[in-house]
């Protein structure tokens, strides 16, 4: 009995290393698979907006965790279909089956460090994507301000800002004054103006963005293109403004999306909404648990799949973690409009996609021993291997 132990719990210490090395591994290819989706715009910002480079590498760690949301399960599976596979096309698993070892007992290994990686995903969907999402919009209004910043750009023709030019001439950094001022509003279709002033002063609000100059001494000369109408007009003092949200990088980003919401903050929405909305809060609360706990019911999905898999290609691990991954993810699209439609419990729609795959898993575990689990997972077979020999 005291071998018997010794021998599971150095198997048990071999398989967390081999499981949680490549698990690692494989969380770094897919998250920084998804970073670099976003690579386009982020050269955007440092080519055409002249961001720094370290407002950007903060914009790509505030982003983590709302992809680790996905890449933790997504890892989890394939590192598990991965390290079993490979010890199943070593014969090391039917080595395991001949000195008489159950073969359910490598669930303790693959579910200790599933329940830990779904627990670690429950605390980043709970608290880390929104306090994550916050820095993430604080950042991108940092990077506004001083995209459009005019008391620094003196002498040039600043066209930070959609459809507007400015010039000034000279600033005064000590009195905060301008000089020599020049605007070319393009911003409606059917009306141009230029704007011009002697002196004036920019303020530019923080919380609403809204960017206004004081002009003294100067003229307005307007275009009205629809009838073909010029004026212009003298002034003494004039005040032109305009609101910057729309300057913003990504500006619908700042637009706090439900899954950005604190717990706390989606119980609030949800008292205070109505109809469809109220139920969109509830799902989205569920959803912070239901999601990370994916990597809990992969487990037994992953394990019998696993083992039978055979020597079909070394990439073939990845497709078939790929191909139960988005069809895990179909499966939560689809309970969830029907959720939506039929107005069907939020904690049964959340959980729905999770039972459904632990039960596939369970199904398959029945005959983890026998060689009829071979002949049950032949049926899988025919889905994968389309995808198997194109990955080759």
Request: hydrophobic content about 45%; glycine content about 6%.
């Given at each position: 009995?005291?071998?018997?132990?010794?021998?599971?719990?150095?198997?048990?210490?071999?398989?967390l290393?081999?499981?949680?090395?490549?698990?690692?591994?494989?969380?770094?290819?897919?998250?920084?698979?998804l970073?670099?989706?976003?690579l386009?715009?982020i050269?955007?910002?440092?080519?055409?907006?002249?961001?720094?480079?370290?407002?950007?590498?903060?914009?790509?760690?505030?982003?983590?965790?709302?992809?680790?949301?996905?890449?933790?399960?997504?890892?989890?599976?394939?590192?598990?279909?991965?390290?079993l596979?490979?010890?199943?096309?070593?014969?090391?698993?039917?080595a395991?089956?001949?000195?008489?070892i159950?073969?359910?007992?490598?669930?303790?290994?693959?579910?200790?460090?599933?329940?830990?990686?779904?627990?670690?995903?429950?605390?980043?969907?709970?608290?880390l994507?929104s306090?994550?999402?916050?820095?993430?919009?604080?950042?991108?209004?940092?990077?506004?301000?001083?995209?459009?910043?005019?008391?620094?750009?003196?002498?040039?023709?600043?066209?930070?800002?959609?459809?507007?030019?400015?010039?000034?001439?000279?600033?005064?950094?000590?009195?905060?004054?301008?000089?020599?001022?020049?605007?070319s509003?393009?911003?409606?279709?059917?009306?141009?103006?230029?704007?011009?002033?002697?002196?004036?002063?920019?303020?530019?609000?923080p919380?609403?963005?809204?960017l206004?100059?004081?002009?003294?001494?100067g003229?307005?000369?307007?275009?009205e293109?629809?009838?073909?109408?010029?004026?212009?007009?003298?002034?003494?003092?004039?005040?032109?403004?305009?609101?910057?949200?729309?300057?913003?990088p990504?500006?619908?980003?700042?637009?706090?999306?439900?899954?950005?919401?604190?717990?706390?903050?989606?119980?609030?929405?949800?008292?205070?909404?109505?109809?469809?909305?109220?139920?969109?809060?509830?799902?989205?609360?569920y959803?912070?648990?239901?999601?990370?706990?994916?990597?809990?019911?992969?487990?037994?999905?992953?394990?019998?799949?696993?083992?039978?898999?055979?020597?079909e290609?070394?990439?073939?691990?990845?497709?078939?973690?790929l191909?139960?991954?988005?069809?895990?993810?179909?499966?939560?699209?689809?309970?969830?409009?029907?959720?939506?439609?039929?107005?069907?419990?939020?904690p049964?729609?959340?959980?729905?996609p999770?039972i459904?795959?632990?039960?596939?898993?369970?199904?398959?575990?029945?005959h983890?021993?026998t060689?009829?689990?071979?002949?049950?997972?032949?049926?899988?077979k025919?889905?994968?291997?389309?995808?198997?020999?194109?990955?080759?």
């Amino acid at each position: 009995m005291t071998s018997f132990r010794r021998l599971h719990k150095k198997l048990y210490v071999y398989l967390l290393g081999e499981l949680s090395s490549l698990f690692f591994l494989a969380l770094f290819v897919f998250t920084f698979i998804l970073v670099v989706s976003r690579l386009g715009r982020i050269a955007d910002l440092v080519i055409n907006k002249g961001v720094e480079l370290s407002d950007i590498l903060l914009l790509v760690l505030y982003s983590f965790p709302a992809y680790l949301t996905f890449t933790f399960p997504m890892a989890f599976l394939l590192s598990t279909i991965v390290v079993l596979g490979r010890l199943s096309g070593e014969n090391e698993i039917l080595a395991l089956k001949a000195n008489g070892i159950d073969l359910r007992y490598l669930l303790v290994p693959f579910g200790a460090l599933g329940l830990a990686i779904s627990l670690i995903g429950i605390l980043n969907t709970t608290v880390l994507v929104s306090a994550a999402g916050d820095r993430f919009r604080d950042r991108l209004v940092d990077i506004a301000k001083k995209s459009i910043s005019v008391e620094d750009k003196e002498g040039v023709f600043n066209d930070s800002i959609p459809r507007v030019v400015i010039y000034i001439g000279k600033v005064d950094k000590e009195n905060h004054t301008l000089s020599g001022i020049l605007i070319s509003d393009d911003r409606d279709e059917g009306v141009k103006q230029t704007i011009s002033a002697a002196r004036g002063i920019a303020n530019l609000d923080p919380t609403t963005l809204d960017l206004s100059f004081s002009l003294h001494n100067g003229s307005v000369h307007r275009w009205e293109k629809k009838d073909d109408v010029y004026r212009t007009l003298g002034f003494k003092d004039y005040l032109f403004s305009m609101n910057l949200m729309n300057v913003l990088p990504h500006n619908r980003e700042l637009r706090r999306k439900n899954h950005e919401m604190s717990l706390q903050e989606l119980a609030t929405r949800h008292q205070s909404a109505t109809g469809r909305a109220k139920y969109e809060f509830l799902l989205e609360m569920y959803k912070k648990f239901t999601i990370p706990l994916a990597a809990t019911a992969f487990i037994f999905v992953g394990v019998p799949l696993g083992i039978t898999r055979r020597a079909e290609g070394k990439f073939s691990g990845v497709v078939y973690s790929l191909f139960i991954f988005i069809a895990y993810y179909v499966l939560v699209a689809l309970t969830e409009n029907i959720g939506r439609q039929y107005r069907i419990s939020p904690p049964l729609v959340a959980g729905v996609p999770n039972i459904l795959v632990a039960a596939v898993g369970l199904y398959l575990l029945r005959h983890l021993n026998t060689e009829e689990q071979v002949r049950v997972s032949q049926g899988w077979k025919p889905l994968f291997r389309r995808f198997v020999e194109k990955a080759k």
